[in-house]
């Protein structure tokens, strides 16, 4: 006779699990075969009351829980390959449980990214879910964030600041009666738009590249020291959104608040700047929006941010950190 746990996977995952080597997860392991590329792996865990709130709708949690893994894969220039689940439930509830399944198989099928295999537990505390993706690239052909060199172009995917604001709204910490306004900016938090369309174009131009998790600034900081290097970044050039930049500019929240905070899930990189150009119209080609921002340039220095008139722009602590 099949357990609880048996029949809740069979109910609700294994219709996810599509793929032959998934097993009907039937069995204690999959089979990925890697054929002649290299095999690229992350992984995530998001928690309850802190990447998302207890009454945010279970089908963007899920979809959530596994685009923040895809965006790392995108940031390497990998493709997508499938993904393990561990999913931790304080009780079972049937409805909650169908509308996450139902979120997550729609992006396993938009994404090509099929479930295939995981563990499901019971826990007393709070709703945890950790996702361990997998991606293809060509044989040497991972994007590190350690590569970046004086004089490379600095750019960044789609919108800054748009996830944060979402959440402050949702917090109570920014008031926005503004549907227009507030929708989109809460639309971005809880559902990340992972850049995968951009790999190939990052895999075939970036020097160093990563995904903007933990906010802009602080994750600059972050690939300036893996490189070895610091940057100057034009203020001016950041790209928001037409609703964060309504809210930065009625008062509501400050150009710091929106590139230290987090959940943005665009691509951070650098280009050479012979490359800009193939590198920008790849992008196009890709559907994804691109902005250059800024520069590398040699040293050891925290990256400058610069004002319209070349001032600094002095930034509270850098991005988000769990400890």
Known sequence: MPSGEDDLIARYFKPIATDPGALGLTDDAAILKGGGDDLVITTDAIVEGVHFRTSD??????????????????????????????LALRELDERWL?????????????????????????????????ITAFGRAPRNG???????????????????????LGLAILSGNVTVSDPRICEPLIER?????PRVHL?????????????VSDGLAGDLAKLCRASGV?????????PFSEAAREVIEQGKASFASAVSGGDDY????????????????AARSA??????????????????????????????PLSYSHF
């Open 230 to 238: 610091s940057a100057i970044i034009d203020a001016a050039a950041v």
């Open 199 to 211: 790999a190939p174009a990052v895999r075939d131009h970036a020097r160093a590249a990563m995904d």
């Open 57 to 86: 709708p279970p089908e963007t949690v899920a979809r959530k829980a596994l685009r923040v893994n895809l965006s790392d894969l995108a940031a390497k220039g990998a493709t997508p390959a499938g993904f393990v689940l561990t």
């Open 266 to 281: 665009e691509i951070l990189c650098t280009v050479a700047k012979g490359h800009w150009d193939d590198f920008a119209q």
């Open 142 to 164: 991972m994007i590190l964030r350690s590569r970046a060199q004086p004089g490379d172009r600095i750019a960044v995917s789609g919108t800054i600041g748009d996830a944060a």
């Open 189 to 193: 938090y809880r559902i990340p738009q």
């Open 98 to 130: 169908a509308a996450f399944a139902s979120g997550l198989s729609d992006d396993a099928i938009t994404f090509d990214c099929p479930l295939l295999g995981g563990d499901t537990v019971a826990t007393p505390g709070p709703l945890t879910m950790s």
């Open 287 to 316: 559907g994804v929006a691109v902005t250059s921002i800024g520069e590398v340039v040699a040293g050891n220095a925290a990256p400058k941010w610069r004002d319209a008139k070349g001032g600094d722009i002095a930034l509270p």
